[in-house]
């Protein structure tokens, strides 16, 4: 291919991991010293090279120099090669190819999907775990091929592939346990279940900002589709119905789901939508990210009682039966309002005066020694003020700081407030 403008994969190594840019230091973890050999490059001993190579933004276009890959990379682990301008599946199995401890690839903003990813080229991949190609516009058939040449793949993401429709390849991926394939376009729920059936042994599927509008499933099917899923988000689907959460219960194995932004929670209250969606997933231990405790899982089963007492019979789904078996019947909480008191009636002494008085508890001390100034005839500078409340054993207590908000004295009807002049 034509690449006039493009880096090679080795001058941008060498660029970077030079001793000006990335020095030698010794301890663990600190980089990897490449020694010189004698058929070796110039350059190799003066290169560093962690086990982690992050070469994304650098507009590579083609390998380089294979030799002096195999020389250099000989220890590395992960390679992060994102947002260049890699075209040609050959180069990456160039670079791929000379880095045998290859663990973790991202090829993703790549535009990959200008060739066509051969067997040949796809078995130099054959010891990576995770692949990342977001981006990439990778086409199911380049999917499928790396599959069949990966056999010990644990980790895919396609997200941002511009995906309807999902091709599901003749034989099974036994060994993916994640797959991200989020921001999508993915809406019909006949798309997902193929990949129930390409990768039987997935632990977590994220699905996040595509477009499901249902999972049409029958409870038993879904469980033969996902024995292993341990873990769902559907952040931000098109879901509209409680009847599709309660699907997530024929998952046998479920204990996380992600249910933010989905239209079913929208006309309800941040409160209810966790506790509702608590109360019909009895397995789950973490939702949205946040772990449900014993104690909150029985607050909101309790909560789900009570949600729908008094609704239709016809309407009350079959949970409630469920959970009134387990708690019983439930009356409504009787409302209390827990608001604080937004004012109190007080009696002001100075000297021989009694004067009753309304104050308001959000002011500060400050505040109401302005409201006092008339009434006292001192000065704010002048004044000090004591609060007595009638049931405290200890007397008056100075209310010595101006900041200070009234209602952080726990101050009552029927109290009383003591003005002294600093000069008494």
């Known amino acids: 291919m034509d690449q006039p403008s493009g880096r090679s994969f080795m001058q941008v190594l060498c660029e970077k991991y030079s001793p000006e840019n990335f020095p030698y230091r010794r301890g663990p973890g600190m980089g990897v010293h490449v020694p010189a050999t004698p058929q070796g490059s110039p350059m190799k001993d003066r290169l560093n090279l962690p086990s982690v190579l992050v070469l994304n ?37 160039k670079i791929v190819s000379n880095v045998p401890q ?13 060739s066509v990813l051969e067997r040949t080229c796809a078995g130099s991949f054959s010891g990576v775990r995770k692949l990342v190609l977001n981006n990439s516009k990778a086409s199911w058939e380049t999917v499928h091929t790396i599959l069949q040449e ?13 995906y309807e429709t999902v091709s599901c390849p003749s034989i099974c991926c036994h060994s993916l346990k994640l797959l991200h394939i989020t921001d999508n376009n993915l809406q019909d729920w006949t798309e997902i279940r193929k990949l129930g059936v390409m990768f039987p042994s997935l632990d977590t599927l994220v699905l996040a900002n595509n477009h499901l509008n249902a999972i049409e499933e029958p409870d038993d099917s ?21 009847e599709d959460i309660d699907k997530l219960n024929s998952f046998p194995k479920l204990e996380e789901v992600r249910l933010l932004g989905i239209p079913l929670l929208q006309p309800y209250t941040t409160e209810e939508r966790r506790k509702l969606v608590i109360a019909r997933l009895p397995s789950v231990s973490k939702l949205n990210g946040s772990v449900v405790t014993d104690g909150e899982r029985e607050d909101s089963e309790r909560f789900f009682i ?55 508890l959000d002011q500060t001390v400050a505040e109401l020694k302005k409201q006092l100034k008339t009434l006292v005839q001192l000065p704010t500078s002048n004044m000090l003020l004591y609060y007595f409340d009638h049931e405290a054993p200890f007397g008056p207590e100075e209310m010595k700081y101006s900041s200070r908000a009234l209602h952080s004295f726990g101050i009552r009807d029927g109290d009383k407030i003591y003005v002294e002049s600093k000069t008494k």
């Open 57 to 93: 933004s650098c507009g590579i276009t083609c390998a380089g120099d294979e030799k002096e890959i195999a020389a250099f990379c000989a220890h590395v682990s992960e390679l992060d090669l994102s947002d260049n301008k890699l075209e040609d599946w050959h180069e990456v199995s």
């Open 102 to 114: 290859l663990e973790f690839l991202n090829l993703s903003s790549n535009p990959l999907n200008l």
């Open 150 to 162: 990966l056999p010990d793949l644990e980790e895919l993401f396609l997200c941002l592939n511009d």
């Open 222 to 242: 879904l469980a033969r589709l996902f024995p292993n899923l341990r873990s769902i988000s559907l952040h931000k689907s098109g879901l509209q119905s409680w």
């Open 306 to 360: 009570r949600y729908y007492v008094g609704v239709p019979q016809e309407e009350v789904p079959f949970r409630y039966h469920e959970l009134i078996t387990k708690y019983g019947k439930l009356e409504p909480l009787a409302e209390v309002d827990l608001r604080p008191q937004s004012s109190a009636k007080v009696e002001v002494h100075f000297n021989d005066q009694v004067e009753e008085m309304s104050i308001r």
